[in-house]
């Protein structure tokens, strides 16, 4: 295992696309509390501001850095097909599950860390800009930015199942942006239709939107409950957060019988 | 020692790989021949585990998916630019060897002994398709493997480059090693092989040494030249003989010894001024081999209808 290790480090640390992949999506990040301390640093943190501020607005849509990241994962598998280095590898590294957990354990720890940095230099930002960041490690706040980093790393892993999935990087991309943006977006929206209220019990299992939860400072305010609105019985933080793990297993326990199956 | 057994391939209802068995021995390099679409690569495949199907394989008696560290032991060209573009030829290795406990020393080693050396910090998509495959023979040679497994290793290449892999391979061969290379170029394989496995369509056609093949897929012709040649042929024809007129006016005899022509044209007073044999090439024993089992075959040209119309007849 240690051989292969090795192998997927070398080959994830001698692409330049994963050096400026990395570099622009922790750049985007640390633009949002860069951008609000020069805008509003007269305003006081609240911890909303303060996990916009840490982890780049993700509360607006899937995280800049999970974007770019995400990417990095479907290269990891897509690029083996895209540009035909698959064989060479089986052929220096024969043992197929091996090669495929060694893609994942490397992928995961080079997300982890890269995420954990780049919050570490956004709360730099922040502490240039208000001198402090408070609650960093008081609940709600440090379980959103718990959540985060969990968000991050199986967003990356879910692209890197489907570039296995799909042998390739154009279909990974597709469905790794599309279903949580438009797919995901359409079918809540219709939940809100009366002639569409069937959709209100799938709201809470859709895999990226349950995936976001786990971000969220106050998840009273996300439930939606009140007067007029559907009852989507959304799961807590971490249930929402397994809803999704639950997809990115299935997504990589797929790919990779089907890997295991298939000729390379 | 390379030694296959049972292989079998089949995609839906074409069987591409039928039941191949056949060994390859140390010490000498053995030819992989085959029309296009012969099964060739796929019979590579499917020896290293790239490919699913049945039967088996043993390098040294070990199934490759069993080899730990299997660039030390058995070394592989199978595609010819199958590199990141971006990743530099060096890094291309250096990656390969990290799977196999190879040093970043034998990198440099292997891509000085290609001729790579002066470029291995460029990127391979720069890289001709002669330069790529020196590229490929570099990764084949990066754990110095006892057994070499190479698919059209010569594609690309220009004459020299030609002439330096098949010195390199003989090398190899003469180190011990077993090289087991697939090639399309005949007149390579009859410089280069000692020994042949020949497939057509995925069948065995033969498996044996290069003279052995020739002999027994072609007949020797006896070649004879005559001022009255119309007279000898018809007596040749007369004692059983096929005779056919060649290009320069010369008789070219088959089925019939030359001794057997000798005697003859003495007994009919015939003057011989060329009395000689010819012995058949390895690509026409191919030709004569596999010309019943060619997967793709071009038909004649044929002329563009309008020249047969006289260009007239645009309706």
Redesign the interface.
């Given at each position: 295992m240690l051989?292969?290790l090795?192998?997927e480090?070398?080959?994830l640390t001698?692409?330049?696309?994963t050096y400026w992949l990395i570099g622009v999506g922790v750049l985007c990040s640390l633009a949002i509390p860069v951008i609000a301390g020069i805008a509003v640093n007269e305003e006081p943190l609240t911890s909303e501001t303060v996990a916009a501020g840490l982890n780049g607005g993700a509360a607006f849509g899937i995280p800049f850095l999970a974007v770019f990241m995400a990417i990095i994962g479907i290269f990891t598998t897509g690029?083996e097909y895209r540009?035909?280095?698959?064989?060479?590898?089986?052929?220096?590294?024969?043992?197929r599950s091996r090669l495929v957990a060694a893609k994942i354990l490397v992928v995961a720890a080079v997300t982890v860390a890269v995420t954990v940095a780049s919050m570490a230099l956004n709360a730099v930002a922040l502490l240039v800009f208000w001198g402090e960041v408070p609650g960093l490690f008081e609940d709600p706040l440090r379980s959103a930015l718990l959540g985060y980093v969990l968000y991050t790393l199986i967003y990356t892993l879910v692209g890197l199942g489907l570039g296995l999935l799909f042998r390739g990087v154009p279909s990974a991309l597709v469905v790794i942006f599309l279903v949580p943006l438009i797919l995901e977006t359409l079918i809540f929206g219709l939940s809100f239709l009366p002639m569409a209220d069937w959709l209100v019990p799938v709201v809470k299992f859709l895999p990226f939107m349950s995936g976001a939860r786990m971000m969220v400072v106050d998840l009273a305010v996300q439930d939606m409950s009140g007067p007029g609105m559907p009852d989507f019985d959304f799961f807590g933080r971490w249930a929402s957060g397994g809803v999704f793990a639950v997809f990115a297993a299935l997504i990589i326990t797929g790919a990779w019988i089907l890997f295991k199956?298939?000729?390379? | 020692m390379i030694t296959a057994e049972g292989l079998y391939k089949r995609y839906r209802k074409t069987v591409a790989v039928d039941r191949l068995t056949f060994e390859v021995r140390p010490g000498v390099v053995t030819g992989f021949l085959g029309p296009n679409g012969s099964g060739k690569s796929t019979t590579m495949?499917l020896m290293?585990?790239?490919?699913?199907g049945e039967g088996e394989t043993r390098f040294d008696g070990e199934r490759?998916?069993d080899?730990r560290?299997?660039?030390n032991k058995?070394g592989?060209l199978?595609?010819a630019?199958?590199?990141?573009?971006?990743?530099?030829a060096r890094?291309?290795l250096?990656?390969?060897a990290?799977?196999?406990?190879v040093g970043d020393k034998r990198v440099d080693e292997v891509m000085e002994l290609v001729g790579l050396a002066a470029v291995k910090r460029k990127k391979p998509k720069g890289y001709s398709l002669g330069m790529a495959q020196r590229l490929g023979l570099a990764?084949a040679l990066l754990g110095d493997p006892r057994i070499l497994l190479l698919d059209e290793p010569t594609n690309g290449l220009d004459p020299h480059g030609i002439h330096w892999m098949r010195d390199m391979l003989k090398h190899l061969a003469s180190e011990g090693r077993t090289i087991f290379v697939s090639s399309h170029l005949l007149s390579e394989m009859q410089l280069m092989a000692d020994e042949l496995v020949v497939i057509g369509r995925g069948n065995m056609l033969f498996n044996g040494d290069v003279d052995q093949f020739v002999r027994e897929f072609t007949q020797s012709t006896v070649i004879v030249r005559s001022p009255s040649a119309d007279a000898l042929a018809s007596a040749l024809e007369g004692a059983g003989a096929e005779v056919v007129k060649g290009e320069d006016g010369e008789l070219v005899v088959s089925g019939m010894e030359i001794g057997a022509v000798g005697h003859l044209a003495f007994t009919e007073n015939v003057e011989l001024s060329e009395l000689s044999t010819r012995s058949a090439s390895l690509e026409e024993a191919f030709m004569s081999a596999t010309g019943a089992s060619e997967e793709f075959v071009a038909t004649e040209p044929i002329a563009p209808a309008t020249e047969k119309t006289g260009g007239a007849d645009h309706a």
């Open positions: 051989d292969a090795r192998y480090w070398t080959r001698t692409l330049r696309s690029h540009h035909g280095t698959i064989q060479p590898t089986l052929t220096a590294l024969p043992q199956k298939r000729d390379a | 495949r290293l585990g790239l490919d699913h490759f998916t080899i560290r299997p660039m058995v592989t199978l595609e630019k199958p590199f990141h573009p971006t990743r530099s890094n291309h250096r990656m390969l990290a799977a196999n406990g990764q």
